[in-house]
C-alpha cells in the first residue's frame, strides 16, 4: 500500500471539482505547459533589462540524476518578472547552491542563428519559488 493512498481521494475529488467548474465557465479554456523543478541554484540570480526595459530575474537551477559513477546534471534557465519589492529583493539575495522549488510556464521558441542554423530554446517563467534549503557554505562548491 503506497503512503499516499490516504490522498487519492482527496486529490480526485479536487480534479473533478477543477472539471465541473470548467464546464460552466463563459471564457475559453487554454493550454498550458507547466514545469516543476527542485534543484540547486548554479549561480546568484541576476536582475537584467529586457530590449524594452523591463526589469526581468534570471537565474539556472540544475538537476542532477544518474548513478554516481554516470551522474548527469541538467541546467534549466529561468525568468522571473516580479515587481519592485520584498519578494524581488529575496530571490536576488540567494546563494549558488540553494536549494529550491520551482513552477513555471514553460514554452519552446525557435529561432535561426547569424549562421542560418535553427535552435529551439526551452523558456520558463517562474510562477513560484520556495527554498527548501540553504548551503551551509555559500562559497562551496555544487
Request: cysteine-free.
Given at each position: 500500500?503506497?503512503?499516499?493512498?490516504?490522498?487519492?481521494?482527496?486529490?480526485?475529488?479536487?480534479?473533478?471539482?477543477?472539471?465541473?467548474?470548467?464546464?460552466?465557465?463563459?471564457?475559453?479554456?487554454?493550454s498550458v505547459a507547466r514545469m516543476i523543478i527542485t534543484g540547486r541554484l548554479a549561480a546568484e540570480p541576476?536582475?537584467?533589462?529586457?530590449?524594452?526595459?523591463?526589469?526581468?530575474?534570471?537565474?539556472?537551477?540544475?538537476?542532477?540524476?544518474g548513478s554516481k559513477e554516470n551522474r548527469q546534471t541538467s541546467w534549466f534557465r529561468v525568468a522571473s518578472f516580479l515587481p519592485e519589492g520584498s519578494q524581488r529583493d529575496f530571490i536576488l539575495g540567494l546563494p549558488k547552491g540553494t536549494l529550491v522549488y520551482l513552477e513555471g510556464d514553460a514554452s519552446m521558441r525557435s529561432y535561426e542563428?547569424?549562421?542560418?542554423?535553427?535552435?529551439?530554446?526551452?523558456?520558463?517563467?517562474?510562477?513560484?519559488?520556495?527554498?527548501?534549503?540553504?548551503?551551509?557554505?555559500?562559497?562551496?562548491?555544487?
Amino acid at each position: 500500500m503506497s503512503a499516499f493512498t490516504s490522498l487519492r481521494p482527496t486529490m480526485g475529488l479536487a480534479r473533478t471539482a477543477a472539471q465541473a467548474s470548467r464546464s460552466f465557465s463563459s471564457s475559453a479554456s487554454r493550454s498550458v505547459a507547466r514545469m516543476i523543478i527542485t534543484g540547486r541554484l548554479a549561480a546568484e540570480p541576476e536582475l537584467q533589462a529586457t530590449a524594452s526595459g523591463q526589469d526581468v530575474i534570471k537565474y539556472a537551477i540544475g538537476t542532477s540524476y544518474g548513478s554516481k559513477e554516470n551522474r548527469q546534471t541538467s541546467w534549466f534557465r529561468v525568468a522571473s518578472f516580479l515587481p519592485e519589492g520584498s519578494q524581488r529583493d529575496f530571490i536576488l539575495g540567494l546563494p549558488k547552491g540553494t536549494l529550491v522549488y520551482l513552477e513555471g510556464d514553460a514554452s519552446m521558441r525557435s529561432y535561426e542563428d547569424a549562421d542560418g542554423k535553427r535552435h529551439s530554446n526551452l523558456n520558463i517563467v517562474q510562477r513560484s519559488l520556495e527554498v527548501l534549503s540553504r548551503p551551509t557554505n555559500s562559497s562551496e562548491e555544487h
